[in-house]
């Protein structure tokens, strides 16, 4: 069987259901958006390498996305593998644990090190992927453990990040003193 069905071409998509949509519609927009910040995440993963904790969180993230994706694209409810709130609490508790380490005193300048700037890409990926999810909640019914896990994900990347960054001596502040404009 091949991938190209011919059956986007003209601007429509299948949901999981089956149900045919246009590719424009809010909810492809949030899990297509889903879908690239899994992308930037695979390639996050083969800069933090050395960090094993990270990457195998990486991994547990993209393993999930698939699941919120699909849920995603499961408008009647049906899907069978929903995210529940237990998945919500397990990555609140990883941002907590990352935290723990470190004590952050002010605004970050990202990109200290290139393993800290993919992690920061995927955080912007991940923000952006929350503002869809909330266009699309605003004229549909969207699981609020969804709404909770994507809006968790950009505080994780932060925080990865920042970890990564403290680990190897680059965190980096905001200068206090930068000139501006008057």
């Not at 925080?159 to 502040?173: F, V």
Request: hydrophobic share 35%; with cysteine; charged share 25%.
């Amino acid at each position: 069987m091949s991938i190209t069905t011919k059956g986007g071409d003209k601007g429509q998509t299948s949901l999981y259901t089956g149900e045919r949509i246009s590719k424009s519609d809010l909810r492809v927009e949030a899990y297509g958006t889903l879908d690239e910040l899994d992308a930037f995440i695979g390639e996050a993963k083969h800069h933090v390498s050395e960090y094993q904790d990270v990457s195998k969180l990486l991994i547990e993230i993209q393993n999930r996305l698939y699941r919120v994706m699909g849920e995603l694209a499961t408008p009647d409810g049906s899907y069978p593998k929903p995210l529940c709130e237990s998945e919500v609490n397990e990555i609140t508790s990883s941002i907590h644990h990352y935290e723990e380490k470190l004590n952050l005193k002010g605004f970050v300048i990202p990109g200290a090190c290139l393993a800290s700037a993919r992690l920061d890409i995927c955080r912007t990926v991940a923000r952006r992927a929350e503002r869809r999810l909330t266009a699309l909640a605003q004229t549909a019914e969207v699981s609020p453990h969804l709404q909770k896990y994507v809006n968790r994900l950009s505080d994780l990347f932060y925080i990865l990040a920042r970890h990564i960054e403290a680990q190897k001596g680059l965190l980096t502040y905001k200068d206090k003193t930068s000139k501006h404009c008057k």
